[in-house]
T-cell receptor, first 115, second 113 residues
Framework: NAGVMQNPRHLVRRRGQEARLRCSPM?????VYWYRQLPEEGLKFMVY????????ESGMPKERFSAEFPKEGPSILRIQQVVRGDSAAYFC?????????????FGPGTRLTVL | GENVEQHPSTLSVQEGDSAVIKCTYS??????FPWYKQELGKRPQLIID?????GEKKDQRIAVTLNKTAKHFSLHITETQPEDSAVYFC????????????FGSGTRLSIRP
C-alpha cells in the first residue's frame, strides 16, 4: 500500500524559471492538501483540492502560484517565475474524508532551491 | 483568523523523564486535533490525534488532553527515549466540513542521554 508520493524530491531552479511539483495521493484518497515549510519553521497551509475542484486556496499567494488536481493523474503545484523566497520544502498530504475521517498523511516533500 | 499557538519552541529533557508540549487554538469550531512528529529532513508523521468529544487519549507512552472550554490541548510523552528527539507540531481543524489543518509553530524536543 503505497503512501503519498511526491516528485521530484529535490528541485533546483534559477530565478524566473517555472517549478512544477507533483503529488500522488494514497490509494483511495481523493483529497489533497499542499503545505509550505520554510527552514526551521512550521507548516503553512496553501491549498486544498478535490478531483477537478479547488476547495480552499486561502493560503496561496495571489500571484505566480497555482494548483490543480485533474481527473486523471497527480495533483500539481505550479510556481511561475520563481524567486529566492520560494525556496522551501513543499509537502502534500492526502485524506480520505469519508464521514469524519480527516487524518492527513504526508508525502516526503519536494525541496525547492532557487538560485 | 484561525491560529494555533504552541509552547515551548524548544524543550530538552533527560532520558526517562516526561515531556509536555502545550497548544492553544482560537477557532471554537475546531474539533479535530492531530499531533505530528517530524524528524530532520523527513515528512511529518501523525503520532496521535483527538476529537472534541473526548478529553483524553492515550497510546503507549503518548497521551493527549483536550480542554475545549479553555481551548487548550497538550501532548505528554512519558519515559522519553533518544528516538523521541524531533520537532513536534500540534494542529487544529474543523473536521467534518471542507477544512484545512492549521499547524502550531513546532517544538524541538531533545532527549539528553
Amino acid at each position: 500500500n503505497a503512501g503519498v508520493m511526491q516528485n521530484p524530491r529535490h528541485l533546483v531552479r534559477r530565478r524566473g524559471q517555472e517549478a512544477r511539483l507533483r503529488c500522488s495521493p494514497m490509494k483511495g484518497h481523493s483529497h489533497v492538501y499542499w503545505y509550505r515549510q520554510l527552514p526551521e519553521e512550521g507548516l503553512k497551509f496553501m491549498v486544498y483540492l478535490q478531483k477537478e475542484n479547488i476547495i480552499d486556496e486561502s493560503g496561496m499567494p495571489k500571484e505566480r502560484f497555482s494548483a490543480e488536481f485533474p481527473k486523471e493523474g497527480p495533483s500539481i503545484l505550479r510556481i511561475q517565475q520563481v524567486v529566492r523566497g520560494d525556496s522551501a520544502a513543499y509537502f502534500c498530504a492526502s485524506s480520505r474524508r469519508e464521514g469524519r475521517t480527516d487524518t492527513q498523511y504526508f508525502g516526503p516533500g519536494t525541496r525547492l532551491t532557487v538560485l | 483568523g484561525e491560529n494555533v499557538e504552541q509552547h515551548p519552541s524548544t524543550l530538552s529533557v533527560q532520558e526517562g523523564d516526561s515531556a509536555v508540549i502545550k497548544c492553544t487554538y482560537s477557532d471554537s469550531a475546531s474539533n479535530y486535533f492531530p499531533w505530528y512528529k517530524q524528524e530532520l529532513g523527513k515528512r511529518p508523521q501523525l503520532i496521535i490525534d483527538i476529537r472534541s468529544n473526548v478529553g483524553e487519549k492515550k497510546d503507549q507512552r503518548i497521551a493527549v488532553t483536550l480542554n475545549k472550554t479553555a481551548k487548550h490541548f497538550s501532548l505528554h510523552i512519558t519515559e522519553t527515549q533518544p528516538e523521541d528527539s524531533a520537532v513536534y507540531f500540534c494542529a487544529a481543524s474543523k473536521g467534518s466540513s471542507a477544512s484545512k489543518i492549521i499547524f502550531g509553530s513546532g517544538t524541538r524536543l531533545s532527549i539528553r542521554p
